[in-house]
């Protein structure tokens, strides 16, 4: 049985989730570094990183999501140079030569993907940017009136099926779904209830960070308005 991943409850490490440390392979720079919490069979991870010092990487193995917790990081390949502060969110893109500078006592969330082809990229993810209207929950799963719906979708990983961006919504509810991909929500604005499997309530608002694996069942309700960063790695 899948369950959510809960990785940052307000600021602090959840007790409940266990992290084991442990690299990615394929010459892991953060290996040393990493809290793994969840790794799927389709090249997928997330946990937490605790990293002080500079890091480099001539070609990085994976497309990688950072949301900085505390500290701050410097990343810089040969024509970008980006200083990431906490709450700030930033991609390292798999096949890229980057250098990462993180200060003392710099700690953040990942989010991992893995695949055979490059995608080199580094950039920051504009968490503020304007929105454009976008597709609701499907009626079928609705148990309310139908939420109007926006996003912007900041980059994608082809090779990985990975997409990231950020997405809103007006209040709804949806009844109980197995999620149709692996997703990491961090939540912006706002506050949503996941009722898991077993219909227990698990609340996330604002600065929490919760990963849902592909086919947990989960029911969400929303009272008020929800803002979030996502991070989805899609399947057929």
Not at 5 to 34: C, E, Y
């Amino acid at each position: 049985m899948n369950a959510l991943v809960v990785l940052r409850r307000a600021g602090t490490i959840p007790a409940a989730t266990p992290f084991a440390r442990r690299d990615l392979g394929g010459g892991d720079p953060l290996g040393a570094h990493r809290l793994v919490a969840w790794t799927g069979p389709d090249g997928m991870a997330v946990g937490r990183v605790n990293c002080t010092g500079l890091l480099k990487a001539g070609a990085y193995p994976h497309t990688e999501l950072i949301i900085v917790e505390s500290g701050g990081l410097v990343l810089e390949d040969s024509s970008v140079s980006l200083r990431i502060g906490p709450g700030e969110v930033a991609i390292i893109g798999r096949g890229s030569a980057v250098r990462i500078d993180a200060g003392s006592g710099t700690s953040w969330i990942f989010c991992a993907v893995s695949a055979a082809a490059p995608a080199p990229m580094l950039q920051r993810v504009n968490l503020a940017a304007d929105l454009a209207p976008s597709p609701p929950p499907a009626a079928d799963v609705l148990l309310s009136a139908e939420p109007r719906c926006r996003q912007n979708p900041e980059c994608s990983d082809k090779p990985g099926r990975t997409r990231v961006g950020v997405w809103d919504s007006t209040p709804y509810t949806r009844r109980q779904v197995p999620h149709r991909v692996n997703e990491l929500m961090y939540i912006l604005d706002g506050s949503v209830t996941l009722f898991d499997e077993s219909e227990r309530a698990n609340v996330f608002g604002k600065g929490d960070c919760v990963f849902v694996p592909r086919l947990t069942s989960c029911a969400w309700q929303s009272g008020v308005p929800v803002r979030k960063l996502y991070c989805v790695q899609d399947f057929d």
